[in-house]
C-alpha cells in the first residue's frame, strides 16, 4: 500500500483590513453656553419702585407739601386719611397735574364735576389721582413718575386745593 502523503497546502489567507478611516470629528470646542443677553441688554434699567406715603386730616391739611422721587421710578402711593368726618363733607384725594395745568381752573372744574364722579373734571390734566376718599379711609395707586421736574398736586374737593397742595419733585 502506498501511503499518501498528503501535502496539505496550507492557504493563508490574507486578511486585507479595510482602512477603517474614521473621519475624525474637528475637535471644536462647543458652543459657549454662555448667554450673550448681557450684550443685548436694552440700555434702560429696571424701573425703581418707590413708595410714599401722604397724610390728609380734617384740618384739610396734607402732612407733606414735597414728594421727591427719582427720575425713571415707579411710584407707589398711599394716602391715609386721618380725618373722622365722612367724604361728603371733608373728601380728601391726590390728584398730580401735568406742567402747565391751570390749578385754579382745574380746581373750578372738580367742583362742577361733583362728588359723583370724585370732584376728578374730564380732561387729560392729571399724571395720576386717587379716590376721593372719608375719614379712616386709605387708598394706594401706582404710576410711572413723570419726567423729571417739578409737579402740582392738590385734592381736589371743594375748596380744598388752596391748603391742600404740595410739589411732586422728580429728580
Ligand atoms: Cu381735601
Redesign the pocket.
Known sequence: MKKLTLIVGVLALVVTSCGDTQKEKPATAPESMVKKEAEAAKPDVPAEEVTVTIK?NDQ?K?DLTEIKVPVNSKVTLTLVNEGKMPKEA????FVLLKKGTDVADFAMRAIEAGIAKEHIPSGTETIAYTK?TGGGESVTITFDAPAKGSYDFI???PG??G??KGKLVVG
Do not use: T
Not at 371733608?90 to 384725594?93: D, I, Y
Open positions: 390728609a384739610m396734607y371733608m373728601g380728601h384725594n376721593l385734592c381736589s374737593f380744598h386745593w391748603m391742600m
